[in-house]
């Protein structure tokens, strides 16, 4: 099973409200990714997670809120969005470590931020 | 300069025409190296990784060259379902993506 599940595909929210994306993977990984692509440009990374910690986080503002309650479980938390921050996001992973393989994406949440 | 940089394209192809890509990268500690393909609303999918000696998956061959930085994708006798974006991507104990080329083979 090489699959990256996202929940949900689509999701529209006002600038108030609070939501969450969920991604989950059963491959085993222990890297696991949150990317947003605007369109017309490539996957742009915002946080990762290693073995269920947080490694990396690339400024991102703090309205997004990353969440990895256990090894095959991420989430992203919403909150008082943007209309710019509507975009494809996407999550990813990989097996982790320092011998990092290639990294396999779920479909996507496409948000619109109204 | 950009981590990963590559040709935007669009490259326009007929039917059966070879197309190369290619793709550079600043980081010499890179450790691993793909191209994804990605289509149009879609999420980026694995096409190959790219070794040290080159490798070959039917129509596609990927080369690495360390010292130049330097990583190429060859697709030959194209077909009409190649049209997509391909994006090289680069490990450097994170996913580096270049901005990708889009390709249109036309009938």
């Known amino acids: 099973d090489t699959e990256v599940t996202q929940t949900p595909k689509h999701l529209v929210m006002g600038m108030t409200n609070k939501k969450s994306l969920k991604c989950e993977q059963h491959?085993?990984?222990?890297?696991m990714y949150w990317y947003k692509q605007k369109a017309k440009k490539p996957p742009e990374l915002m946080f990762v997670?290693?073995?269920?910690?947080?490694?990396i986080n690339e400024s991102v503002p703090s309205r997004f809120s990353p969440e990895c309650p256990n090894s095959s479980l991420l989430n992203l938390h919403l909150h008082a969005l943007q209309p710019e921050d509507s975009a494809l996001y996407l999550c990813?992973?990989?097996?982790?470590?320092?011998?990092?393989?290639?990294?396999?994406f779920g479909q996507g949440t496409r948000l619109t931020v109204v | 300069r950009k981590e990963v940089e590559q040709d935007p394209g669009p490259f326009n192809v007929p039917e059966g025409a070879t197309v190369a890509f290619n793709c550079t990268y600043s980081?010499?500690?890179?450790?691993?190296f793909f191209w994804y393909r990605q289509d149009c609303r879609k999420e980026p999918k694995l096409l190959m990784s790219?070794?040290?000696s080159g490798n070959e998956d039917g129509r596609f061959t990927a080369q690495l060259n360390r010292a130049s930085q330097y990583i190429s994708l060859l697709i030959r006798d194209s077909k009409l379902s190649d049209s997509a974006t391909y994006l090289c991507?680069?490990?450097?104990?994170?996913?580096?993506f270049g901005q990708g080329t889009t390709l249109q083979v036309k009938p």
């Open positions: 990813a992973s990989s097996t982790g470590g320092r011998m990092n393989t290639e990294a396999f």
């Open positions: 491959m085993g990984h222990r890297a």
């Open positions: 997670y290693s073995y269920e910690k947080l490694s």
């Open positions: 980081n010499s500690a890179s450790q691993s």
């Open positions: 790219v070794y040290s």
């Open positions: 991507v680069v490990n450097v104990f994170e996913l580096i």
